[in-house]
């Protein structure tokens, strides 16, 4: 079931592309700045070996994450095979639709892509948060520190931090990105992402230390 979504999923942005194509002009937008309009331009078929590049993408990230089970050198991904085909799944819904609002930003001038782009980052963190706690200790997907993978205490309880903050700071970012303008959206964007970043690694190195300084005590 979750294999036949993935195909039609993987196929939309594809067909929508050959239903436009030939009415496009032959110079179009083949790059957007972070403020959502072009910055550059080219002939049609580059956005079509682009949009090919994208599909090709998300194949490969579904399939890798569904052989994972059979490539992992932990031998633990296959506790939790379930939660990894749902996040190959939602990274295939991501970038058919990544690939989809980058063709109709071309099909349609003057549209910002921005306003697409962002919050569909924004709901893709909330999803990944979502399942966040349930990735077992691998070398492939999640909060990869290396604190984490030499401790399954480490790794769960980073994830445990990782998948709320990851849920709401994707919520916020959706939220802000739609209501504010612009430039404030975009800076809302960025430092949330930052936090995203930054706070579970740090958090996963303060956890090792604490408790190597503990064993020592002990």
């Given at each position: ?82 939660t990894f085909q749902k996040m190959a799944l939602g990274l295939v819904f991501f970038l058919s639709a990544l690939t ?64 709320r903050l990851w849920f709401v700071g994707g919520i916020v970012i959706t939220i802000s990105v739609l209501l504010l ?38």
């Open positions: 079931m979750l294999n036949a979504a993935a195909i039609v999923l993987w196929i939309l942005p594809g067909a929508y592309l050959l239903y436009v194509y030939s009415s496009l002009p032959a110079t179009v937008p083949v790059h957007f700045g972070i403020n959502g309009t072009p910055d550059r331009y080219g002939h049609k078929t580059e956005m079509l070996t682009g949009v090919f590049i994208l599909m090709g993408a998300s194949a490969f990230v579904y399939v890798l994450l569904n052989f994972l089970p059979a490539i992992d050198p932990k031998k633990m991904v296959k506790y939790g095979e379930a989809i609002a980058i063709i109709f930003a071309t099909v349609n001038k003057g549209f910002r892509i921005d306003r697409l782009i962002y919050p569909l980052i924004g709901l893709l963190f909330a999803f990944l948060g979502n399942i966040m706690n349930n990735i077992k200790p691998n070398y492939f997907a999640g909060v990869r520190t290396p604190w984490a993978l030499e401790d399954s205490d480490n790794w769960k309880a980073t994830h445990r931090l990782a998948g303008p612009a430039a404030v959206g975009f800076a809302v964007f960025m430092s949330i992402t930052a936090i995203l970043v930054f706070v579970p690694y740090i958090y996963s190195y303060l956890y090792f230390k604490k408790h190597k300084q503990s064993d020592q005590n002990s």
